[in-house]
């Protein structure tokens, strides 16, 4: 390749990211509806970051919840993020990119994973580990809010062996812990990567809260009653207390069941409890993971799937949703939904 077509080259991609940026500055209209860290707080910060694609590629942007525009924050022509592992507010993020996630035979797989890390304010991108090819992988914060890292790829030296890998990076980026598990899948079988982390007692211990069959009930420290507060239609996912035990929030999800084949899937549910109160103030059900984060005094989730995803901004004061972020390509707050 000549030097000349390399520059051609090169001023291609520049115009690309241009029109990236102009691109969201221009991006559809964000229509509000009428009517430190994941839990609640005074914090004043009217930023947050979640995904959305671009020319058939996925990247990182901000969002701005007062001038209700968005903003690319990590974009590139020959990358794809997978999965954005964030939390507002003091702490910086990281995301995963991959060339490909698909199957090969009966077990998923994945190729050229890399993983990036965004300082906490934004000013500095950078690649900080080049996973390569693998079978499934997950990423989550662990106790100290560090980066935890977990993936599985088979072992190169015996077929029926499958090696397990957990990586763990501190807020800068550097890699401080990694430990390897290698498993027989003909005796054990396939391992499964770690389930999220969830807690069913509060931070203080005055709240907790029981699932009987499909019912899900809240328990108070100070006596033996049990508080009634929904049915769930799906298997519980994820619970987060907020810091002044003030709230409690509650996902469910299911992407097997019969609906995930008609138009309107009914894969999940999220479900807002005033421990106050004693009521739920905002049920939300239908499509989509519902993933999910509180900013100040606003619940933010995603819902639906593909290019009907979108990301609803509830007041958790008001008891409603007043914004909803509507990119033509979908969007999610971890990965973009797909079924």
Known sequence: ?????????SVFFLILLCAACNDSVKNEKQNGTNGDGDTLSTNKTNTF????????KVGVYKYDLSRKKYLPVWWH???NVVMLVYKPVRHPAYFLTSDKIGTRGNFPSFSGLKLFNIS???????????IGDGIQFTARW???????????????SIASYVNQYTRVYDHYGKLYDSAIKTFDIQ??????????RNSTISPTGKFGISLKSDSLFLKTASNDSLEFITVLKHNLNKIKWSDDEEYLFISTLDLNNETVKTKNPETSELF?????????IG????????????LGDLLIFDDGFANNSVINIFDIKEKKIIDVIKPRDGCGLVYIPQL
């Open 120 to 130: 906490q304010d934004l000013s500095e991108i950078k690649q900080i580990d080049d």
């Open 272 to 280: 807002i409890y005033s421990l106050t109160a004693d009521s739920l």
């Open 142 to 156: 662990n106790d100290d809010d560090n980066l935890e890292l977990i993936y599985t790829s088979n072992d190169l």
């Open 77 to 79: 022509p020959r990358e």
């Open 187 to 196: 005796k054990s079988g396939f391992p499964e990567l770690v389930p999220p």
């Open 49 to 56: 970051l979640f995904l959305t694609e671009w020319f058939d």
């Open 1 to 9: 390749m000549t030097i000349f077509s390399l520059k051609i080259i």
């Open 283 to 294: 049920v939300f059900g239908g499509a989509g993971v519902k993933n999910f984060f509180t």
